[in-house]
């Protein structure tokens, strides 16, 4: 399995981005897709998954409301529109696949065993 991940730039606060992550290689029906960001000083945190199988989709929390995670199934491509963004979520954004996520561990990058590289979006104050 293959993810390729784009899409980042440099926006303003309160601007928009859409990062998106090409998937190939596999069938993907039992999969879920999972994007986590990472900066220098953190570790890599889970942003928002989307189950293949049912289109069901989590995000964590600082994110909701704000993000929407979505997928072209004819392209075998998923989408992360980024709305409303602030600084703090200047990061270097990664798309990761799996098929063995169930709930517990849809927010774990450990989980995950294909991933894309990563994809840097800089939001400016």
């Known amino acids: 399995v293959q993810l390729q991940a784009s899409g980042g730039g440099l926006v303003q606060a309160g601007g928009s981005l859409r990062l998106s992550c090409a998937v190939s290689?596999?069938?993907?029906?039992?999969?879920?897709v999972g994007w986590f960001r990472q900066t220098p000083s953190k570790e890599r945190e889970f942003v928002a998954s989307f189950k293949w199988s049912d289109s069901s989709t989590y995000y964590t929390d600082s994110v909701k409301g704000r993000f929407t995670i979505s997928r072209d199934k004819s392209k075998n491509m998923v989408y992360l529109q980024m709305n409303s963004l602030k600084p703090e979520d200047t990061a270097v954004y990664y798309c990761a696949a799996d098929r063995n996520i169930i709930t517990s561990t849809r927010t774990l990058a450990i989980a995950y065993d294909y991933w894309g590289q990563g994809t840097q979006v800089t939001v400016s104050s």
């Open positions: 290689g596999g069938t993907f029906r039992t999969y879920s």
